[in-house]
């Protein structure tokens, strides 16, 4: 019995399909190490990130939903737009170093 060439390219194609179906997207990924309540080390002012919330204290003390793209933390309130990005300048268990959105680096410690 002879298989048609079609029936091993429908499953190449499936095979693709459910590849990438199943791998994850790293938009999605939330970072273990942001995880925590973070201390700045200028003012105290404290930075709080769960898996779905951003809250820093000295700007406003209402959570924020967050996501990370990249080396980028991008907030929102309430899903409210434009978002307001953070970039991770670096990260380990025990310090973060953000680049905030009026052009200022702060550190922070664990």
């Given at each position: 019995?002879?298989?048609?060439?079609?029936?091993?390219?429908?499953?190449?194609?499936?095979?693709?399909?459910?590849?990438?179906?199943?791998?994850?997207?790293?938009?999605?990924?939330?970072?273990?190490?942001?995880?925590?309540?973070w201390?700045?080390?200028?003012?105290?002012?404290l930075?709080?990130?769960?898996?779905?919330?951003?809250?820093?204290?000295?700007?406003a003390?209402?959570?924020?939903?967050?996501?990370?793209?990249?080396?980028?933390?991008?907030?929102?309130?309430?899903?409210?737009?434009?978002?307001?990005?953070?970039?991770?300048?670096?990260?380990?268990?025990?310090?973060?170093?953000?680049?905030?959105?009026?052009?200022?680096?702060?550190?922070?410690?664990?």
């Amino acid at each position: 019995m002879k298989i048609p060439p079609i029936v091993y390219i429908i499953v190449a194609s499936l095979l693709v399909l459910l590849t990438v179906a199943c791998s994850h997207n790293k938009a999605d990924k939330t970072y273990p190490k942001l995880i925590g309540v973070w201390k700045s080390k200028a003012d105290g002012s404290l930075l709080k990130i769960t898996e779905k919330k951003f809250t820093m204290e000295s700007d406003a003390p209402d959570p924020e939903d967050y996501f990370v793209k990249g080396d980028t933390i991008y907030t929102s309130f309430q899903g409210n737009l434009p978002y307001t990005k953070y970039a991770i300048l670096a990260l380990d268990d025990h310090a973060l170093k953000l680049f905030t959105p009026d052009s200022t680096s702060v550190e922070f410690i664990k």
